[in-house]
């Protein structure tokens, strides 16, 4: 098992920043490539990054290409979302993911563990 524990979420203003983190423990967090989806009300899940195990390899979606960056830091077992230039289309719950799989995070309905949430508004 993996636990996965998100944190940083808040209201912020268009145009501002924030960073989220998701915390991991249970099995070795460094074999697993990492990711974050968001769910605004009333749509559907979206898929947000990924990271590879080593940190090599990274994706995102095409709405927050240019804007949002994953990272992680598998020393401290935790996984980041550094996301700027915010607009309220960005306000939404985001989970963070493990799988042992990299390339089909953005794809894959199954994927292996999921965060709780955390809620992000971005005020216009």
């Known amino acids: 098992q993996v636990q996965l524990v998100e944190s940083g979420g808040g209201l912020v203003q268009a145009g501002g920043s924030l960073r989220l983190s998701c915390a991991a423990s249970g099995r070795t967090f460094s074999n697993y490539a990492m990711g974050w989806f968001r769910q605004a009300p009333g749509k559907e899940r979206e898929f947000v990054a990924a990271i590879s195990w080593s940190g090599g390899s990274r994706y995102y979606g095409d709405s927050v290409k240019g804007r949002f960056t994953i990272s992680r830091d598998n020393a401290k077992n935790t996984v980041y979302l550094q996301m700027n230039s915010l607009k309220p289309e960005d306000t939404a719950v985001y989970f963070c993911?493990?799988?042992?799989?990299?390339?089909?995070?953005?794809?894959?309905?199954?994927?292996?563990?999921w965060g709780k949430g955390t809620l992000v508004t971005v005020s216009s």
């Open positions: 993911v493990a799988n042992w799989d990299f390339g089909t995070i953005a794809s894959n309905p199954h994927l292996d563990y």
